[in-house]
């Protein structure tokens, strides 16, 4: 269910409905095999001290927190188009003492957010927006990058079998509707990475949960 009456600034909250944002980390850690695939992500970003990393998309901010952790002289910044999940956010990093600089927009505002990127990560947003987004997000995370830069990103893509596309069916696509999910679930992003970065998408690796494959690219500019 989006939330707003106006097109342009609509958005999907993280966990379908804006009255379960609150639930979203719980949801994630116990449906999603979180700790596999955030331990994946976050081995494939390998964060440096130094470097400007961007959580494009990165709602409750566990992710961006688990990069700072591991880069804790790195600039993160975390992109989200949803108050109360930047709010849930800042505040888990207040907790743990942690300084990321949270910022409000869309995937298609990254260039907004400062400089050129060493680089860019996003994880389980781009099956949650419409194909127009998904195509303008990419492109504006690419053109963001510096020029040696890299682009992360963990999902829901294509659902290559039978059981795994049940599962998304009965999971996330009745959470999050079909519209903007089901193209992700054809494989619409993979076909979207190859014409930006061609031959310099990486191999996937694919973790297998209830709740559908989340596949995780890695992408040269
Ligand atoms: C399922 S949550 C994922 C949150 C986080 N990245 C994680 O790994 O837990 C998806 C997030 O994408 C955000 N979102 C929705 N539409 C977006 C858009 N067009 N651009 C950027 N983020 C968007 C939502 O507000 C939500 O916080």
């Known amino acids: 269910m989006k939330v707003s009456k106006n097109r342009d600034v609509a958005f999907t909250p993280a966990l379908g409905r804006a009255e379960l944002t609150g639930l979203y980390d719980l949801a994630v850690k116990f449906l999603t095999r979180e700790h596999i695939w955030r331990a994946a992500l976050l081995a494939q970003l390998a964060p440096h001290d130094g470097e400007s990393i961007i959580d494009v998309g990165c709602g409750t901010g566990t992710f961006a927190i688990l990069v700072k952790k591991a880069a804790p002289k790195a600039r993160i910044v975390g992109l989200d188009p949803d108050p ?3 709010a849930l956010a800042a505040t888990k990093a207040a907790a743990d003492g ?3 600089e949270w910022r409000h927009g869309f995937a298609r505002d990254t260039a907004d957010a400062g400089a050129a990127f060493d ?5 389980l947003m781009f099956h949650q927006v419409p194909l127009s987004e998904k195509r303008a997000g990419l492109e504006a995370m690419f053109g ?3 020029p040696d ?3 992360h990103v963990a999902d829901y893509a294509h659902q290559s079998d039978q059981t795994m596309r049940r599962l998304f069916r009965l999971t996330v696509q009745c959470l999050d ?3 903007d999910t089901q193209p992700n679930a054809d494989g619409v992003l993979e076909d979207l990475m190859s014409e ?3 031959n310099r998408v990486s191999p996937r690796t694919v973790v297998r949960t209830i709740t559908g494959a989340i596949s995780l690219f890695r992408i040269e500019k």
């Not at 680089?119 to 994880?123: E, G, L, N, P």
């Open 144 to 146: 963001a990058l510096r």
């Open 119 to 123: 680089k860019i990560v996003t994880s």
């Open 84 to 86: 109360k999940a930047l």
């Open 196 to 198: 930006l970065a061609e």
């Open 98 to 100: 942690i300084d990321i």
């Open 177 to 179: 509707g079909l519209e």
């Open 149 to 151: 830069g890299e682009l």
